[in-house]
Structure formats: C-alpha cells, structure tokens
Nanobody
C-alpha cells in the first residue's frame, strides 16, 4: 500500500519556523521526484517546491524562495520542507507529492495544516 504521511505542521507566529516531513512507503522512493504543494482556504492548490530523485536539483515557487528549503533522504524515504521566516500568507494545508520519473504515476499525502498567526 502506498503511503505518504506528512507531519510537522502547527501554529506558529510570523517570523517563525517549521520543518515538515513526509514519510513514504509502498513505492520505490528514489525513482520519484518529490514535491510540496499547499492549499490555502478558498484558493487552488499551488506548487511550493520540488527536488529531483538524487536531491541534486531543487526548485522553488517565487513566494517561498530564500525562505523554504526542500530536501530528501532516500535511505529514510522521506522528504522535508524547512520553512523559515514564515508569513501569514503561508497559512495553508501542505501536501507532499511523489511523481514517477518518466511516467504519469503520482501519489499524494493527506496534508498537514500550517497556520501562521500572531
């Protein structure tokens, strides 16, 4: 059974930090590009960051560049999102997604809530 389980969300004040984790199982993790998305209330889901299969290349959406860092540990089959200098606009449910390299196979996690508020 494929599973992607996000954790690490919570309530944080503006300027604070959180580290999200997405622990996976049930598929060959190192063959998948891993990405983070988020969805704020009343808005469409949007791309946040992505990392290649070997972790060598990373990509970020403009709103989070310089504040968020994506990384992965292929031994632990886990992808991370370090979020610093959090802003109110970062409030959303954060999802991890696995995209099969060279295929249209994809898997989603169930999401973790991040709330930035004073």
């Amino acid at each position: 059974e494929v599973q992607l389980v996000e954790s690490g969300g919570g309530l944080v004040q503006p300027g604070g930090s959180l580290r999200l984790s997405c622990v996976t199982s049930g598929f060959t993790f190192w063959y998948y590009v891993m990405k983070w998305y988020r969805q704020a209330p009343g808005k469409e889901r949007e791309y946040v960051a992505g990392v290649t299969t070997d972790g060598g290349r990373k990509n970020y959406a403009d709103p989070v560049k310089g504040r968020f860092t994506i990384s992965r540990d292929n031994r632990r089959k886990t992808v991370y999102l370090q979020m610093n200098s959090l802003q109110v606009d970062d409030t959303a449910v954060y999802y991890c997604k696995a995209e099969g390299l060279g295929s249209n196979v994809e898997h989603w996690g169930q999401g973790t809530q991040v709330t930035v508020s004073s």
